[in-house]
């Protein structure tokens, strides 16, 4: 179909189409944004690749990244914060979890 058509009754087809459409949600926009500035730190998207493949404690972490432990706890806090990663308990060790739609986000831009 033609962009902004010149026949009038063509731009009341083509109006009623975009119309039609579905809307945008701005509250999910505003959350997908969100998601995209916490992962625009390297350090940070290092960490949720890593979490796409398993869940991680910090030490973990510290020695797959290669960076000190409280860099490494602090970039966790952010994602947490902001609803990247859900931290669990076992044992004595805080494990982190990528959240599904995070997961999902990324799984499609590395293909």
Not at 11 to 24: G, N, R, V
Not at 62 to 90: C, F, R, T, W
Request: glycine share 2%.
């Amino acid at each position: 179909m033609k962009c902004c058509p010149a026949d009038k009754y063509l731009k009341e087809e083509w109006d009623h189409e975009l119309e039609s459409e579905t809307s945008i949600d701005e509250n999910e926009i505003d959350k997908l944004c969100n998601v995209f500035k916490v992962l625009s730190n390297p350090i940070r998207l290092k960490i949720a690749y890593h979490l796409m493949k398993q869940d991680y404690c910090v030490t973990a972490l510290v020695y797959a990244l290669g960076e000190k432990q409280n860099l490494v706890s602090h970039h966790l806090g952010i994602m947490k914060d902001n609803g990247v990663v859900d931290p669990y308990k076992s044992s004595r060790y805080t494990y982190y979890r990528l959240k599904s739609e995070v997961r999902l986000m990324l799984s499609s831009l590395r293909h």
